[in-house]
Nanobody, 121 residues
Framework: QVQLRESGGGLVQAGGSLRLSCVAS????????MSWYRQTPGRPRETVAV???????SYVETVKGRFTMSRDNAKNTVYLQMNNLKREDTAVYYC???????????????WGQGTQVTVSS
């Protein structure tokens, strides 16, 4: 069974930094694009950042210049470095893998369980 597990969330003051990690585990042969999403109560899930297998990343306008997404393909891990955090960044952050290929020839779309990020003023 393929799983994504996020870590690194927590409580931080405005202007501070956090680094989120997302590790994919299971019988994986390859992973396509991976993304970070975030969601607050009553609002739809928002795409924060996307990274291709080759490492090219893109960001929602509100986090450009503050967040950096990276990936380590050897470790099946992606990261989200979040700097200069603002109160409006408070949300549950979810990791998503667009298409994970398994050794059984399956192609699966996987979400992590989410990690809470809270930014205080």
């Amino acid at each position: 069974q393929v799983q994504l597990r996020e870590s690194g969330g927590g409580l931080v003051q405005a202007g501070g930094s956090l680094r989120l990690s997302c590790v994919a585990s299971g019988d994986i042969t390859s992973i396509n694009a991976m993304s970070w999403y975030r969601q607050t109560p009553g609002r739809p899930r928002e795409t924060v950042a996307v990274i291709t297998p080759s490492g090219s990343s893109s960001y929602v306008e509100t986090v450009k210049g503050r967040f950096t997404m990276s990936r380590d393909n050897a470790k099946n891990t992606v990261y989200l470095q979040m700097n200069n955090l603002k109160r409006e960044d408070t949300a549950v952050y979810y990791c998503h893998a667009d298409r994970i290929q398994t050794i059984r020839g399956e192609s699966v779309d996987v979400w992590g369980q989410g990690t809470q990020v809270t930014v205080s003023s």
